[in-house]
């Protein structure tokens, strides 16, 4: 196999790219285990588009856009879809644990990679703080009396652990949880659709939904369900990370992507359509308990708020030790290519034990910045990551723009997945990308993310392009 890396060419400009490795493994995570297998790879893509943010952040999404929610879904899927097909294009080329951090660097240079990188790395390791928050409250709901904080430090030593041992036991974790989650959606969507339809004893069809408008909050009220729905699906492309440690990387890559329409489109459109059918768009409930605990209110189900209650505590949970993961990988694969601290990129037993727990530590960090600094720095940090993934999502789609006709060019047979009608739908990806920001600044609530996160972007890129410019005279 080839030695040849991203590292080796840091220094370099962007017109001279480092040459790829000629094995089905980039260098970068060679030194990692392979112990994922293609059933823990399949049901992290299947469960991993799963979140708390589907279950409980939809609410308000639906309140504000009420049935148009299903328009909002629909236009943001295709949205990501397109986003998952070029990241899988190039990860099933280009297998890595870095991900579209090492296609960004590969495409358009150094500083892209550094840039983009940290970024996600920012915003993963404080997810796994604010999941742990929100999985602490729902425990002390049952448990009253018991210290939040207790919570989150026991969650924060389980799956610190679970990432400090080999891969395998963070996949048999994650395959798990993931198969708790689909089981529960599917059962919704069943119990769902039976009510709709009327076959349910006791149900009334959709006689409780109002569809008297589908727009009842006008465009302002359609924007604010499509920003809702955007960031919902945050964190689909961290099954390409986990690839890169699986036992065949390309197949694992192709799968996902390929199943990725499918499941967006049933889980996320599918149970919106539900929702919409079964509860009124107005009902208080859908904000107060959940948009899922008001559907199943609605058909009698006993004990439905408690189930859902686990339910979102499985995906809070699963999210933190997913975040931990791809956190962990990322950082690992930066300081590989020589764009970090040289101490993360330890590797004992196939594991990155240090980019581990520097990822578990800064995310117990903002854990006690939400106990110390509420209103300033923690606020200030939740702004600064509220745009980072579509910063990601647009390095993934001008990466794949380069990358694509350098592969046509040099390497064809590398392309096992192809991105569809290219360069058009990525053109069309990119517009997407843009508009999503221009309709951010015309919101107030959101506006102010756009601008933390372009801030932090900008700190990143200088940095960066500062490490290349010093690296390339180093060089000469």
Not at 110 to 131: C, D, K, Q, Y
Not at 160 to 185: P, Q
Not at 243 to 254: H, K, L, M, Q
Not at 273 to 294: H, S, T
Request: glycine residues 12%; positive net charge; hydrophobic residues 55%.
């Amino acid at each position: 196999m080839s030695r040849a890396t991203p590292e080796a060419a840091a220094g370099s400009a962007p017109s001279s790219p480092p040459a790829p490795a000629s094995g089905p493994s980039s260098p970068d995570s060679a030194a990692l285990g392979h112990g994922l297998k293609q059933r823990h790879l399949s049901m992290i893509a299947l469960g991993g588009v799963i979140g708390a943010g589907l279950f409980v952040g939809s609410g308000a999404g639906i309140a504000a856009a009420g049935p148009s929610i299903v328009i909002a879904y629909a236009i943001s899927g295709l949205l990501v879809m397109l986003v998952m097909r070029m990241l899988g294009e190039m990860s099933a080329a280009y297998p890595s644990s870095g991900s579209f951090s090492s296609h960004a660097e590969r495409a358009i240079g150094p500083w892209a990679g550094f840039t983009s990188g940290w970024a996600f790395w920012v915003m993963l390791s404080t997810a796994v703080g604010l999941e742990g928050i929100g999985a602490a409250k729902i425990v002390t709901g049952w448990l009253p009396g018991t210290p939040e904080w207790m919570w989150v430090a026991l969650f924060m030593v389980v799956f610190t652990g679970t990432n400090l041992a080999a891969v395998k036991n963070f996949g048999e974790f994650e395959f798990w949880f993931a198969a708790l989650k689909v089981v529960a959606i599917a059962a919704f969507l069943v119990l769902g659709v039976l009510a709709v339809a009327g076959l349910l004893p006791g149900s009334e069809g959709t006689a409780g939904a109002d569809l008297s408008e589908i727009m009842p909050g006008g465009t302002h009220g359609l924007i604010v369900g499509l920003l809702a729905s955007v960031f919902a699906y945050g964190g689909i492309e961290s099954v390409t990370v986990a690839a890169a440690e699986s036992e065949d990387p390309v197949r694992g890559v192709a799968s996902a992507v390929r199943t990725a329409m499918w499941r967006i489109g049933l889980f996320y459109i599918g149970s919106m359509a539900v929702i919409v059918l079964l509860v009124p768009w107005n009902d208080p409930a859908l904000v107060e308990k959940g948009p899922y605990v008001a559907a199943l209110d609605t058909l009698g189900i006993p004990g439905a708020g408690q189930i859902m209650n686990v339910v979102v505590l499985v995906a809070l949970l699963s999210a933190m030790n997913a975040n931990t993961y791809t956190a962990s990988r990322v950082a690992f694969s930066l300081v590989r290519r020589g764009q970090g601290p040289r101490a993360l990129g330890r590797v004992h037993g196939g594991v990155p034990r240090a980019a581990v727990l520097a990822s578990s530590a800064f995310g117990f960090f903002c854990v006690l910045l939400s106990y110390w600094r509420p209103d300033d720095v923690f606020a200030w940090l939740l702004n600064m990551i509220g745009a980072v993934i579509l910063v990601i999502w647009l390095f993934v789609a001008v990466s794949q723009l380069v990358l694509r006709r350098r592969l046509e060019r040099q390497e064809p047979e590398r392309m096992t997945v192809r991105m569809w009608a290219f360069p058009v739908l990525t053109w069309v990806a990119i517009a997407g990308i843009a508009s999503i920001f221009v309709l951010m600044l015309m919101e107030s609530g959101t506006r102010v993310q756009v601008f933390s996160t372009g801030a932090l972007t900008l700190v990143l890129a200088a940095a960066g392009y500062v490490r290349q410019r010093r690296a390339v005279r180093a060089a000469g």
